[in-house]
């Protein structure tokens, strides 16, 4: 009797699926990234197939690593073979930013994020991602007025970064605040100049102190040596915002010409007297000189026939019609005695 046994002991044959590298986060699953397939030459029925993870190492950051996937091929008899299959679950994708909008302020400005926006960011793998920022800053026309260029950086735990960049515009549009001298009235040959009549003040929240200038206009008063001055005061920035205000200036004249009367007189009649006889008054005027001069007579009788006073009124008014007076007496009396002629002498018998 002759036996003859016949045996399987050749083992399948197994093909793994490709070694992969996966961004995470991933789908490490078989049906993501494939199954061996196997075959065993010795029968027809396909041999089993199953895997084992094994080998698992972290990666250098969160949710970054590797394993083995071992395949197994068995067949019918028993018999074995396997075949390793890499997987390398990285993080090489960038976080995702959105930078705040680009901002215009003026000065003075907070430019700090509270003020003017913070950057977000979000990342697939390791969220949050950190955020920070730099800024460069650029120098603007005028004082103390610039532009940032404020770069935003996310970077998440596997040193993978996006950045954005908001321009921050720091200006100057604001007016500086002028106050006027107040309004005033002044008698003329008056000093109208600002040391006298008045200094505008002037502040500026972003370049202090502005500076102040001014600008007359001037028009004819109703007579001589009197007007009055439009003043218009201005405040400029040093970037040459400004801001007016207007100070009017009087300049009347209210002050009555200085008379002086001529002396009181006596004269015996018949008498002249006109005022080149008696006497001129005199007068000055600050503002109008010479004033006008004029006089007016109030006659009463004396005692006796030719006799009589005079009360002279005389008056000095200047351009604006400012009058001052001044009152001189003149007397005209008879203290003459009269000429008498006798008859001649006479003898009679």
Do not use: H
């Not at 103390?144 to 515009?169: E, H, K, L, P």
């Not at 200036?249 to 209210?254: C, E, G, K, L, N």
């Amino acid at each position: 009797l002759q036996l003859i046994s016949v045996i399987d002991s050749d083992p399948p044959v197994i093909t793994c699926p490709a070694n992969v590298t996966l961004n995470c986060p991933a789908d490490t699953s078989i049906l993501n990234i494939g199954v061996a397939t196997a075959v065993d030459p010795d029968s027809p029925l396909p041999p089993a197939v199953i895997y084992v993870n094994q080998n698992y190492v972290q990666g250098p950051c969160a949710n970054t690593y590797s394993f083995i996937r071992k395949w197994i091929a068995i067949d019918e008899c028993n018999n074995q073979v396997s075949c390793n299959q890499t997987i390398l679950v990285q993080d090489t994708t960038k976080p995702v930013m959105t930078c705040p909008s680009d901002i215009t302020l003026d000065c003075p400005a907070d430019t700090m994020p509270s003020n003017t926006g913070m950057a977000t960011a979000t990342d697939e793998c390791n969220d949050p991602p950190s955020i920070d920022y730099t800024d460069l800053v650029t120098a603007g026309t005028c004082t103390n007025t610039y532009s940032i260029a404020r770069t935003w950086t996310a970077t998440d735990a596997c040193g993978n970064n996006t950045s954005c960049t908001q321009n921050i515009v720091v200006r100057d549009t604001t007016k500086p605040v002028i106050t006027c001298p107040s309004d005033v009235t002044l008698d003329c040959l008056a000093d109208t100049m600002p040391s006298n009549t008045g200094i505008a003040t002037a502040t500026d929240e972003c370049n202090n102190p502005p500076i102040v200038s001014y600008a007359d206009v001037v028009m004819p008063g109703r007579c001589q040596n009197t007007y009055s001055v439009s003043r218009t005061w201005t405040a400029t920035d040093a970037c040459d915002n400004t801001s007016s205000c207007l100070q009017i200036i009087v300049v009347q004249d209210t002050t009555n010409p200085v008379i002086t009367c001529p002396s009181d007189v006596t004269l015996d009649c018949p008498a002249d007297t006109m005022p080149s006889n008696t006497g001129m008054a005199t007068a000055t005027d600050e503002c109008n000189n010479p004033p006008v001069i004029s006089y007016a007579d109030v006659v009463t009788a004396g005692l006796c026939a030719n006799t009589f006073s005079i009360a002279r009124t005389w008056t000095a008014t200047d351009a604006c019609a400012n009058t001052s007076s001044c009152l001189q007496i003149i007397v005209v009396q008879d203290t003459t005695n009269p000429v008498i002629t006798c008859p001649a002498d006479i003898t009679l018998d």
